[in-house]
């Protein structure tokens, strides 16, 4: 019995270590690969390892099984990771469809042997009952949907027309509960049919088409691209889930918002991985992740920090996350909205009013609207106008009446008539964009038809319903106290209040300065959109804001972690030495200036302990206690007392010579002092001469 608590991350663990380790003797598979980033690993050997990350025992392969169907194969599979024949180096899946096609040439009826899961999706496979079917198939359920009374993807073979299509399946039996969902329209299967066989499918003319693929008479497996038949499978697949949890989104938005705050300060000193961790946060909010396992695996594994990174790279490409850095500078005009310059198309200079970083994603967060890449398509074209070096004619639809095209210096469009008169006629993007996307003629019909008419042949303007309100949106603000909190939120500072968030029983929306004053648009904050900060606590600029944030935030504190650093790095404990450090400048100075272990955590040798000593963490240390060189001693144990032998001393105490050498004559009202030198050999960067033990003595008593 395979354990049920063995999900993908542990998997990439174990896959970590093989690629560290390697296979070992034996352990090779003899049917079966596992295939991640072009590289191929046992099935049996990843459960193995992957137990042992997550209930501390290295699974023996001799208890379970491997091959298909089999419980190893199906959390491998539901954890999305893909399974090869070694012989032919065919996905287990594709595979699958190989064999169903042949198969449905012949009178065998056995589905006995296929796949019974796929993507985490029950498959199941019908060539007919008591008699070959006309069209056999493949379909892949979610538990919630069967065939007999729901959609699912599915795969139908017509034999006599040697057509394979992957549809958006939908019962014939009993009418589904569940309606797919489409961005634009799909053509049904029946329609398909007539438009291409002049009749009617022999069944499931009801489903609509996803693709299809035609197939040789002779032989059916030619014409197949595994790769093809892999990636529109995944995104139909990935259409599916989407459309089953569309329902369920508002309820699952609730739960999250119970175990995330809305408005997050994660606090502490420098190196605690503030900002490291802004991507957990943000990934729990998303993604409904559980916080502190991400944060737990981020800090262990480096292919989970890497799997995490590039979701959070994607939801940054898609929009959900925004991440922005706040510094003196930083204004209210950056941040909310702002009048600034812009060169029109003749050179001359407009003020505009243009939106910031947080009302930009407070309005992406908030919409749920019909939309389309018109503001693209129009930037294109009108810019094709402007570069045309010939003059630009077009035709009015009815008449075929030639006029010239043009754009103004407020990039509208004017139209010129072939005429004495040739009276100019503007023709707005307002006009056009009503055109397209509503077939409303607001003005100057013949030509605004015209225009629309050639741009829509020109470029392909996309139509989309898009409902932002069912996801969340996080902004990032890193160093939030850098800024001048006041100034840069503004009249925004009472809007992020929960309560007051728009979908809330006392929502609140504002006049902005700008945009409110010119026309009287009303601006809110919405309930899907969560604000994490981060603030370095020995900074002493934080007292300045806590009144402003302190109640319509959360604060949570960062420690230093010294469990995570190696225990022996060349004999040295980098625990031992974190924390030892720590706990001297904590009783000399307070919790707040202790050192992170983000500080260490890529510290691999020596000599790079001895570098980060030089360049980062001396200097620190003569900041916090302000170039005391006696306090800076006693963290790192140099101090005389505790009897360190001296060139082990990071931080060296050289007596100054007599007055009388230096000067020639003892000066009045002045003593000798100590003089405070950073090793020799660290200075000198001559870091292999440097022994082990300078740093073990810090914390060695």
């Known amino acids: ?271 605690t991985g503030k900002t490291f961790n802004t991507i957990g946060h943000a990934l729990s909010i998303i993604k409904g992740y559980e916080l502190n396992e991400v944060l737990v695996k981020q800090s262990k594994s480096k292919e989970a920090r890497a799997a995490y990174k590039k979701e959070y790279d994607e939801l940054i490409a898609a929009g959900q996350i925004t991440f922005v850095t706040f510094h003196q500078s930083f204004s209210y005009e950056e941040f909310v909205e702002g009048i600034k310059p812009k060169v029109n198309t003749n050179g001359d200079i407009e ?113 989309e319903t898009v409902d932002n309100t069912k996801k969340n949106f996080v902004l990032i603000i890193d160093e939030i106290n850098r800024g001048n909190i006041s100034k840069i939120f503004g009249e925004l500072i009472t809007l992020l209040e929960e309560s007051k968030r728009i979908g809330e029983p006392e929502e609140l929306r504002l006049k902005l300065a700008y945009s409110g004053a010119e026309s009287g648009q009303l601006f809110g904050v919405p309930n899907n959109l969560y604000i994490i900060g981060t603030m370095n606590s020995t900074d002493r600029s934080i007292a300045l804001i806590d009144t402003a944030l302190r109640r319509r935030f959360t604060f949570i504190k960062n420690e230093p972690a010294p469990s995570i650093l190696p225990n022996n790095i060349d004999g040295i404990n980098l625990q031992s030495l974190l924390t030892t450090i720590n706990s001297r400048i904590e009783f000399l100075l307070d919790r707040d200036h202790v050192l992170g272990h983000a500080y260490f955590i890529d510290i691999n040798s020596k000599n790079e302990l001895c570098a980060l000593f030089r360049n980062k963490i001396v200097p620190l240390l003569d900041e916090h206690f302000y170039g005391e060189k006696e306090k800076v001693q006693l963290v790192l144990g140099d101090n005389k007392a505790y009897g360190k032998q001296e060139h082990l001393k990071i931080i060296q105490t050289i007596h100054s010579t007599e007055q009388r050498k230096l000067f020639g004559t003892e000066l009045e009202g002045y003593e000798e002092k100590q003089i405070f030198r950073l090793n020799e050999k660290l200075e000198s960067q001559n870091f292999d001469q440097v022994e082990p033990e300078m740093f073990i003595s810090i914390y060695h008593t």
């Open 351 to 463: 003020y505009n009013i243009e939106d910031g970083v947080f009302k930009k994603l407070c309005i992406h967060a908030g919409e749920n609207r019909l939309t389309q890449n018109f503001d693209y398509v129009y930037e294109q074209y009108i810019t094709k106008i402007i570069n045309t070096s010939e003059e630009y004619i077009l035709k009015t639809p009815s008449l075929s009446k030639p006029f010239l095209l043009k754009v103004n210096s407020k990039g509208n469009c004017v139209a010129i008539p072939r005429t004495e008169t040739a009276t100019e006629m503007t023709i707005t993007k307002k006009m056009l964009r009503s055109y397209i996307e509503h077939g409303i003629v607001d003005d100057w019909k013949p030509y605004t038809t015209a225009i629309a008419n050639d741009i829509k042949t020109q470029f392909a303007v996309k139509f």
């Open 1 to 271: 019995m395979i354990p049920q608590n063995i999900t993908r991350i542990y998997i990439s663990m174990a896959i970590e270590q093989i690629n560290n380790e390697g296979i070992p003797p034996g352990a090779e598979s003899d049917y079966y690969d596992v295939v991640f980033n072009n590289r191929k690993y046992p099935p049996k050997l990843l459960i193995s390892y992957a137990n042992a990350y997550v209930n501390n025992q290295v699974l023996d392969r001799n208890t379970f099984a491997g091959g298909i169907n089999t419980e190893c194969f199906n959390v491998l599979d539901k954890e999305g990771f893909d399974i090869v024949n070694k012989k032919t180096g065919q996905n287990i899946f594709f595979e699958c469809l190989i064999d169903f096609l042949t198969q449905s040439k012949t009178n065998d009826l056995t589905t006995s042997g296929y796949l019974k899961q796929y993507k985490g999706l029950k498959t199941k496979v019908s060539f007919g009952q008591g008699v070959p079917s006309r069209v056999p198939w493949i379909a892949l359920t979610d538990g919630s949907q069967q065939v007999s009374n729901g959609i699912y993807p599915v795969y139908l073979y017509y034999k006599s027309e040697e057509l394979l299509i992957l549809a958006y399946g939908i019962s014939e039996t009993n009418e589904p509960n569940t309606r797919w969902e489409f961005v634009e329209d799909k053509q049904t299967i029946e329609s398909y049919f007539e438009s291409n066989f002049s009749k009617k499918p022999a069944r499931y003319g009801n489903s609509y088409i996803y693709k299809t693929y035609k197939l040789d008479s002779q032989e059916a497996l030619i014409g197949l691209s595994e790769e093809d038949i892999l990636n529109d499978i995944s995104k139909l697949i990935i259409e599916y889930t989407q459309t089953l949890k569309r329902p369920q989104a508002a309820i699952k938005q609730k739960v999250m918002r119970t175990f995330h705050p809305l408005n997050t300060i994660l606090y502490g000193p420098p190196g």
